[in-house]
């Protein structure tokens, strides 16, 4: 195996590592709430932190990532990201969980925004597209935890204990990656600092794709199960069918994106993707029965699949910003629909009901289709420095 492939399987192994520890902490929830015995709402109002630390993390990846470069970013908040993870299940009180994963937030999203950085990077070294693929490993790390998580409440381990075992793997995956963590190029025209400031009209489209297909991700997370229990009127044992159906494609959608991209470009992409939200959605609201349902799931996967990876590759090629603040103003907007639409599904469906809901989140499809449209010159450049 050449260095080249040794620095991708490296690569891909750190975002395994970021998708396994974040799936491990969720895995967990039910039991956090249960040690506590939280309410509902007193759950809800803790998990608040987590977005809370999210958001704060932003600004302080771009401007980090920028002066410092990623490699440093990436060794020091990774062994950070991973050392937190135990201080949850070791906590006492759910006042120290709210600061640890206020804590657990900020660093993982510092770690998205420099990964993503020194990932954009290897593409300009390989001259092809492949973030959407180690997007694909951070979701298959998710699967990898549920499975993992289930063999640890079946043997009893504790929180605490089954963190400690994601905290050692993730050591040895970050310790054996190090080496092929490179420096990056510094770009001393691009604009770093504190992302705090307008984006430009590319950075600003880019980031309302990622908003509205994150908003569509964010729904399907949250929601595909109500659904399937309330409209579909699924039997409790397929109540979960959508939710695989759709992390399914998902997962190996991203695996797919970067061949697509290499051969087609970024542009076709994000137009057929955001065309398979919009009929995945549809399908499942004109034809709510369990296969045509899962089928229209399925195609959302698909399309949601590459709205992420595809927009940062464009994105962190901009001419104005610094890869790593051009992907934070990007993540910024695009986290804002992660957090307003399930919200947004529950108070249509008040007002409404649960299918006018994911009707009007299929019209999120439909903008994706024609802002990718009608943004192409914006896109052209950047668009054809790698992929095409």
Not at 99 to 104: E, Q, S
Not at 190 to 212: E, M, T
Not at 229 to 247: D, H, N, Q, R, T
Not at 295 to 315: K, Q
């Amino acid at each position: 195996m050449n260095y080249l492939s040794q620095r991708r399987v490296a690569l891909g192994a750190l975002f395994f590592f970021m998708g396994i520890c974040f799936a491990s902490w969720a895995a967990r929830i039910p039991d956090i709430q249960a040690k506590f015995q939280l309410s509902e709402g007193e759950l809800g109002t803790l998990l608040l932190c987590l977005p809370i630390g999210s958001m704060l993390g932003l600004p302080i990846a771009g401007w980090s990532v920028h002066h410092y470069g990623s490699r440093i970013v990436i060794l020091i908040c990774g062994f950070a990201y991973a050392l937190t993870l135990p201080l949850i299940g070791l906590a006492s009180s759910p006042w120290l969980i709210a600061p640890i994963l206020v804590c657990f937030g900020l660093l993982g999203n510092i770690m998205n925004i420099s990964l993503n950085t020194q990932a954009l990077g290897f593409e300009d070294q390989l001259g092809k597209s492949i973030l959407a693929s180690f997007h694909g490993v951070w979701s298959m790390a998710g699967f990898t935890a549920a499975g993992l998580g289930a063999g640890m409440i079946f043997f009893q381990f504790s929180p605490a204990a089954h963190y400690v075992v994601v905290t050692l793997l993730s050591v040895v995956i970050i310790l054996f990656s190090k080496k092929y963590v490179t420096n990056d190029k510094r770009e001393e025209d691009a604009v770093g600092g504190l992302v705090l400031k307008k984006p430009d009209q590319l950075l600003l489209r880019l980031g309302i794709i990622s908003f509205l297909g994150m908003m569509a991700e964010g729904c399907m997370f949250d929601w595909s199960g109500v659904y399937f229990k309330k409209i579909v009127e699924a039997k409790p044992e397929f109540v979960s069918l959508g939710y695989v159906f759709f992390m399914g494609a998902m997962a190996s959608g991203r695996f797919v994106t970067d061949k697509a991209s290499n051969r087609y470009g970024k542009i076709p992409v994000l137009q057929v993707s955001g065309l398979l939200i919009f009929l995945g959605l549809l399908l499942a609201v004109l034809f709510p029965s369990l296969s045509i349902a899962a089928l229209g799931f399925l195609l959302v996967g698909f399309g949601v699949a590459s709205i992420v990876p595809v927009s940062y590759g464009i994105a962190g090629r901009s001419k104005l910003y610094s890869p790593s603040v051009a992907l934070a103003l990007v993540s910024t907007l695009s986290f804002f629909g992660f957090l307003a639409g399930p919200p947004l599904i529950g108070f249509i469906a008040e007002a409404f009901n649960l299918q006018v809901s994911f009707a009007l989140i299929a019209l999120n499809g439909i903008g994706i289709l024609l802002l990718t449209s009608f943004s192409k010159q914006v896109f052209h450049v950047q668009e054809n420095t790698v992929g095409t």
